[in-house]
Nanobody, 116 residues
Framework: QVRLVESGGGLVQAGGSLRLSCAVS????????RGWYRQSPGKPRELVARLFAGGSTIYANSVKGRFTISGDNAKNTVALQMNSLKPEDTAVYYC??????????WGQGTQVTVSS
């Protein structure tokens, strides 16, 4: 049974920083990509950042230059360093792991609230 658990969320003032981490339990034989998504009430879940197995990354335009995604291939973990946070970054953040082949894994989410 594979489980993903996010941590590191909380309340921070605008301009501050947070680091989110996602711990993975269980076995995933091969991973194609790891990523972070976020969702605000009444809005669809959106991609924040993605880290591919080869090391390349993509970011939402709204977070480029402020957020950095990183991962540990051996542990299948993923982290998101968030700097210069803005109130519009407020959301529940979810980690995501895409294994080779079909399917994907999701965490339960961690709340990030940025005050103005």
């Amino acid at each position: 049974q594979v489980r993903l658990v996010e941590s590191g969320g909380g309340l921070v003032q605008a301009g501050g920083s947070l680091r989110l981490s996602c711990a993975v339990s269980g076995s995933i034989l091969s991973v194609n990509a790891r990523g972070w998504y976020r969702q605000s009430p009444g809005k669809p879940r959106e991609l924040v950042a993605r880290l591919f197995a080869g090391g390349s990354t993509i970011y939402a335009n709204s977070v480029k230059g402020r957020f950095t995604i990183s991962g540990d291939n051996a542990k299948n973990t993923v982290a998101l360093q968030m700097n210069s946070l803005k109130p519009e970054d407020t959301a529940v953040y979810y980690c995501n792991v895409l294994p080779s082949g079909w399917g994907e894994y999701w965490g339960q989410g961690t709340q990030v609230t940025v005050s103005s």
